[in-house]
């Protein structure tokens, strides 16, 4: 049965990570529903948090493939932790002056906040678990969206438990290309 599954891993914050995770991603043939990359507490390490559709037998080989990755340091998967999910949304509406009330007190019901205010529409903040941010959105949808940007979800086990720590201690060391590997041997040798 397939379902949604939120993964978080841990990885090195350098450049060209996410390039390789999404290439391993699209070399297997698997999904990313949803996807948020950020700074951990320590700068050396980068949190994402995926969301991938699929049954038992992908999300067992979405981890394994992940954690083989030298820039992976630690996978886990959230689906039946305990844990806080939000997203976040930027919805611009039309909102002539007649409906404008109408949006804003809309708004207000959802805890969402109007961030812009122009002569024919309104952005609207609304942050939450994604079923209250797809409701708003539904809710908004008959006075005409213009535009809509959403981030993925976040996600971060509750309680004592670390979402996804590190299983090593310190960085591996990255590994070396063909070229670098080349320039360091004609310097060794000369």
């Known amino acids: ?71 992976v340091i630690k996978v886990s998967d959230l689906a039946t932790d305990p844990h806080v999910e939000r997203e976040l949304a930027l919805v611009k509406v039309h909102a002539p002056p007649a409906q404008r009330s109408e949006i804003i007190e809309l708004a207000g019901i959802f805890r969402a906040k109007i961030v812009d205010v122009g002569r024919k529409n309104l952005i609207i903040e609304v942050s939450g678990d994604s079923g209250k941010v797809r409701a708003l959105i539904e809710m908004l949808r008959p006075f005409g969206i213009v535009e809509l940007a959403r981030t993925g979800r976040i996600i971060l086990a509750r309680g004592q438990q670390v979402t996804a720590g590190r299983s090593r201690p310190e960085a591996p060391q990255r590994r070396r290309s063909p070229e670098e590997t080349e320039i360091t041997t004609e310097v060794i040798v000369k």
């Open 1 to 71: 049965m397939e379902h949604l599954h939120p993964i978080s891993a841990i990885v090195l914050n350098e450049s060209g990570v996410l390039a390789r995770i999404a290439g391993m991603f699209a070399r297997r043939g698997f999904n990313i529903e949803s996807l948020a990359v950020g700074p951990t507490e320590d700068a050396r390490y980068s949190r994402m948090t995926l969301m991938v559709r699929g049954g038992d037998r992908i999300l067992e080989q979405v981890v394994k493939q992940l954690s083989r990755l030298i820039e």
